[in-house]
């Protein structure tokens, strides 16, 4: 990541339908300042869980972003709630989830419940804007199983979680066995590097 | 190993961020910066109500343990995270964070702390008040105190005595 803030790259939001939930007015008023400075003319604010799930029922949405809501985590359970809906396409959405403070009890909860990206609160302009662009790309991979319905979680192919064997079918053990077949030949492997001539 | 559906879904806001027009990002975060601004008068209301009933509430928690209150007062001091910073007052930020650890390692434990409690809200009113006229290394070292403060209760096998 690391967007420049005076960078002359453009973007366009102006026909972005974006889904705003937020109980605290001071919080809302934060998003909605940023947003509108990002040129997003459609929000829809909702203020409690059950008037983000009749929008997203009604409305295209292109973005969620949602707040955790306090210790209860209703955000993370609304999240959860969208991705199992099958409303689509909003139950594909890009979601960023802001929090002010995760307790320890519900950290799993927030990594579980199939948002693109949680934010720490808090907030400011380029770090929202950075997350946007980030969670909007095209080509990620989405995951439909009986506990988790979301993004993929792994950005990076780093093996499989220390001390495990893995969950998929192609995870690869951590460690590399003995090698089964000879080595290449160096002829091939300089074969292969080498530059030829191709006609097109 | 339940059935897994991996699948790559279209993304909508990717094609409309590339549509011509729009603004470029450093408008577009000095247009965004200029809103927050605005802002400022409303937020440093709110953090003084903030304050208010953060106090108020713990002062209504006696020596022992109150579920009901810490989750109150958690409530209390947790939602306004990241309006501090609106004001340029990153520090109270980072004191109402401190101070939501401390409550929820609290919670964890089932205890109380009123010392522990009582010194970030001091901190929280200073900071609030005085922090245009105080000096970083001083800020800086506020911030470090009520870390350690809530830090040690961030493990029971720790837990201060």
Known sequence: MGLNPESRARFNLERASVLLLEDSTMGMSILVQILTGFGVKTLHRCENVEEAQATVQKVELDLVIADALGASGEGYDFIKWLRQSRIEPNCFAPVLLTAGHTPRDAVSKARDCGAHFIMAKPLTPITVLERILWISKEGRRFVECDTYMGPDRRFKNEGVPPGTVGRRRDDLPAVVGEAETPNMDQDVIDGLMKTRRVEL | ?161
């Open chain 2, 1 to 161: 190993m339940s059935a897994v559906r991996i699948h790559i879904p279209p993304v909508r806001l990717a094609k409309l961020l590339r549509t011509p027009g729009g603004l470029p990002v450093a408008e577009a975060v000095q247009r965004a910066g200029a809103g927050l601004e605005s802002l400022k008068g409303e937020c440093l209301t709110e953090l003084q109500s903030v304050l208010d009933s953060a106090e108020g509430c713990a002062a209504r928690v006696g020596a022992a343990y109150d579920p009901a209150l810490l989750d109150e007062l958690y409530a209390i001091v947790a939602t306004p995270i990241g309006i501090p910073s609106v004001c340029g007052l990153a520090s109270v930020d980072t004191a109402l964070i401190s101070l939501s650890d401390l409550l929820d390692y609290l919670k964890g434990q089932q205890r109380w702390d009123a010392n522990a409690v009582a010194v970030h809200l001091r901190a929280f009113r200073l900071l609030l008040h005085t922090e245009g006229a105080a000096d970083a290394a001083g800020t800086q070292a506020i911030l470090a105190g009520l870390r350690k403060v809530s830090q040690r209760y961030a493990r029971p096998e720790t837990a201060a005595e």
